[in-house]
């Protein structure tokens, strides 16, 4: 949460030092982020996600925990990126404005038993709850000022994301267990960065993103696989993204 404060702060400080350049109306000398581009980028995404009771087993209305229980507490959701981005921006004085549209092949796993609160409760302490990210795109606006040959910039907008969830339990059954659901989820997010003109043409940037998909839900409603002990559960996730890449500009006036 601290992170995210920071952020917020860089945020309007970007956004009064912008509003100055616009009111100053001295142009910056040097190359030009007026133009419209393409970029690839790698980078790491560490997030966090909980499984809480949804309500069902097997997929029948079940009292077996209140709906909401938390089941697992929070776990890592840690994994790479890469993939691409196209974008334009255009630049006023010292103050660049941009559209950016970007997706990523994301391979992020993460895994949780039941605490101990659950195991009391009754959960099945070989069940395992999984969060498994596949894909990331985003539809950004952002905001910067020039300084020399860097760009400094504040980022928001849409974010889609492609998850797989599930639980299954350990040295048990088969029926014990269920197939994997595939969930696609939009949320917001929020970021900061950085780009450096190598020459008229390449940048090189850096980026750290936060992005919240809030709370989805999986059900075995029908029972997957016939399973005898599955539960259907509630889903938190958030995560961050920290990449680097180059981007090539089209156009430069």
Known sequence: MSILIRILCFSVGVSALAGSAMADGRAQPGVSWTGCYVGASIGKTWGTSKQTYGGERAGVPDAFLPVGFDITGDYDVDGRVAGGEIGCDYQFNRV??????????????GLAGPTPG???????????????????????ARLGIVHDRSLWYVTAGGAWSGFEVNNEAVLVSPLANRTPTSVDRFGWIVGVGTEYALDSRW??????????FGTFHYSDSPAADGCIQCYSMNVEMSEWTFRVGLSYQFASH
Not at 96 to 109: N, T, Y
Not at 118 to 140: E, I
Not at 203 to 210: D, G, V
């Open 96 to 109: 660049v404005m941009g559209l950016v549209v970007d997706g990523m092949d994301v391979d992020a796993h």
């Open 118 to 140: 659950a195991v009391a409760a009754g959960s099945n302490p070989l069940r395992r709850f999984h969060t498994d990210q596949q894909w990331l795109a985003t539809v950004r």
């Open 203 to 212: 940048r090189f940037k850096s980026e750290l993103l936060y992005a919240d």
